[in-house]
């Protein structure tokens, strides 16, 4: 098993571009979930999801849009790039009480 | 005001030095959890803790859960350097996990 997978690891975007960060995992957990960590506030829920057509928002949802259509994909759009969102994303999936997490996308925002 | 507060922040230790690092709160918890993240790479479980005073062991690291369920501590035996990284405690609350800043611990040769 690949585990969850995260794509791309580095980007820069300019003020104002949108992305999309990938995130999937083959472990047919139902439970996947974005985290955002910066330094001295650690990591903190963007969106999360419960299974496929089901999502929610976090502590911190403004600026981003997911959408779950299968149990293995869970992406996340940025929809016009900001500075305050230059960060390092993880997305997770968990089962029980375990999460696992993906390697994370470096993101900076000019 | 975050919901888990854990101390020290930063941590620098020679080698085969012993610590102890801290996971606080005002509140509640059925069970907590310890993280641990590499550079470069997302948070691995370590340990999960449900039963107040529970205290459990792997290999050179002991986690104990308080009697009331509000804290926790995670003790390291004569650290190595592999035991650099950051140290995070998490609880989860309904569908939502919360982490705590985390404790970054360096150990020099």
């Known amino acids: 098993n690949a585990g969850v997978t995260q794509t791309p690891k580095f980007q820069v975007l300019k003020t104002g571009q949108s992305m999309t960060l990938q995130c999937a995992q083959d472990?047919?957990?139902?439970?996947m979930s974005w985290y955002r960590q910066d330094p001295g506030m650690g990591l903190r829920l963007i969106h999360y999801?419960?299974?496929?057509?089901?999502?929610d928002q976090g502590e911190v949802p403004n600026g981003y849009n997911v959408s779950r259509s299968t149990t293995e994909d869970f992406p996340l759009r940025l929809l016009s790039a900001a500075p305050s969102q230059t960060s390092v994303y993880f997305c997770?999936?968990?089962?029980?009480?375990?999460?696992?997490f993906g390697p994370g996308t470096r993101l900076t925002v000019l | 005001t975050q919901l888990l507060e854990q101390s020290p922040q930063f941590l620098s230790i020679q080698e085969g030095e012993n610590l102890t690092v801290y996971c606080n709160s005002s509140?509640?918890?059925?069970?907590l959890q310890w993280y641990r993240q590499e550079p470069g790479e997302g948070p691995v479980l370590l340990v999960t803790?449900?039963?107040?005073?529970e205290v459990k062991k792997l290999k050179r690291l002991t986690f104990q859960f308080g009697d009331a369920r509000k804290d926790s501590s995670l003790h390291i035996t004569a650290a190595q350097p592999g035991d650099t990284g950051l140290y995070l405690c998490?609880?989860?609350?309904?569908?939502?996990?919360?982490f705590g800043e985390g404790t970054q611990l360096t150990v020099n040769p």
């Open positions: 997770a999936s968990r089962r029980w009480d375990t999460q696992y």
């Open positions: 472990m047919n957990h139902e439970y």
């Open positions: 999801s419960v299974g496929a057509g089901i999502t």
């Open positions: 509140s509640v918890f059925s069970s």
């Open positions: 803790v449900v039963t107040g005073g």
């Open positions: 998490a609880v989860t609350s309904g569908s939502r996990l919360t």
